[in-house]
């Protein structure tokens, strides 16, 4: 195992900040070899090009010795290139509108590689409209939106953009409650990336892993707690290994006691690089999680800003009134 940065790996494709070797078993290599910019390299040693997301995260179970520093190295080369580069997602005059009312009215966003957005306000500001957008799960009227530079349409690259890019958790939770656990998480790795059982069900147990509850994976949705479930849905999203995980309200819907453990987890899947977006009401997470703070009303932006200027100066007086009323709760 090793790794080096600095390295040109690919001249004329683009340039790698970071190489990691890894060497895996056999079993996983067709898993491994469906990472976007993975190539296959000799003597069952996997090559993997940091430099857009890439570290795969399902291998680094078989290095964690150097977890920590590649995914350090990998967040800083990630930011590198957020400043040099186009967003991840990109929102321009984005409007939506059921029947003749108006849910986005002109929204534009920019999110980068690897930032946390955290989106707040009023119950029917359009806050799930505009993330329902962003995965094709709602169709926007007007203006344009991007993912990793493919516009978000019904074409088939724009398909393929978001099943490989973008992950989602509801408010609550969407598991089949006819599938057991390890078959919640199997069917779409199985289904849409066409990964072999095997290979899936080492996704899963890997993920059930990073959520705390691989011992629950023979059980059915209704035999667990709300959190569990919410856990297992976050494990779900991870294992189609998207860049982008959009998440509404996760903890709404969940009894106070439960709220902190999926709350954990989404905090820690946020150290690892992940480009999310939350939205959400949890303001201590939002404050430790979140590069940017988005406040919605009536279907519009009405103020973004980086956290401690969002809490400590807003400045639209609908943000102020939000701030002291959700604080105070
Ligand atoms: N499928 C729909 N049909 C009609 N109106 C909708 C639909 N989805 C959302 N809306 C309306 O759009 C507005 C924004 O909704 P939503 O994005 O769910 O708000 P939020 O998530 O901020 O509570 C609300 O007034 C809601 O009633
Ligand atoms: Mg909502």
């Known amino acids: 195992m090793s790794s080096q940065c600095g390295s040109i790996v690919n001249p004329g494709t683009f340039t790698c900040n970071l190489t990691v070797n890894y060497q895996i078993p056999p079993q996983v290599f067709p898993v491994a070899i469906r ?3 993975c190539q296959a390299g000799a003597n069952g040693w996997i090559r993997a090009y940091c430099q857009r997301c890439v570290i795969p995260r399902c291998l680094v179970r078989w290095a964690d010795e150097i977890q920590d520093s590649v995914m350090g190295e990998t967040k800083s080369a990630a930011q590198d290139r957020n400043a040099a ?3 991840l997602i990109w929102m321009q005059d984005v409007s939506k509108f059921f029947g003749t009312f108006q849910a986005l009215d002109e929204v534009s966003l920019e999110i980068g590689t690897s930032e946390k957005v955290v989106i707040c306000g009023p119950s029917g500001s359009g806050k799930s409209t505009l993330i329902r957008c962003i995965n094709r799960l709602e169709q926007h009227d007007a203006g344009r939106i991007m993912i990793d530079g493919v516009t978000v349409d019904d074409s088939a690259a724009a398909r393929a953009v978001l099943r490989n890019n973008v992950g989602m958790v509801f408010q609550q939770f969407n598991l089949f409650p006819h599938l057991s656990i390890l078959d919640n998480l199997t069917l779409g790795p199985m289904r849409a990336r066409g990964l072999a059982p ?3 069900r080492e996704l899963a147990e890997y993920y059930l892993e990073r ?3 691989p011992e629950q994976m023979q059980k059915f949705p ?3 707690s709300g959190g569990q479930q919410q856990r297992v849905a976050i494990a779900r999203a991870l294992c189609m290994e ?3 995980m959009l998440f509404d309200e996760p903890t709404s819907a969940l009894d106070p006691e439960m709220i902190a453990e999926v709350l954990d987890v989404i905090e820690e899947l946020a150290a690892t690089g992940m480009t999310m977006i939350v939205v959400t009401h949890e303001m201590g997470f939002a404050g ?3 590069d940017k703070m988005v406040f919605m009303d009536h279907g519009r ?3 973004m800003a980086p956290p401690k200027r969002f809490f400590s100066e807003p400045e639209s007086e609908r943000c102020k009134i939000f701030l002291q009323q959700i604080l105070r709760n």
């Open 35 to 37: 990472h976007r910019s």
């Open 85 to 87: 580069d186009a967003a």
């Open 198 to 200: 095997a290979a899936a």
């Open 211 to 213: 959520v705390r509850i």
């Open 222 to 224: 209704d035999q667990l």
């Open 242 to 244: 998207p860049r982008i």
């Open 288 to 290: 430790h999680v979140a």
């Open 301 to 303: 932006i009405v103020e």
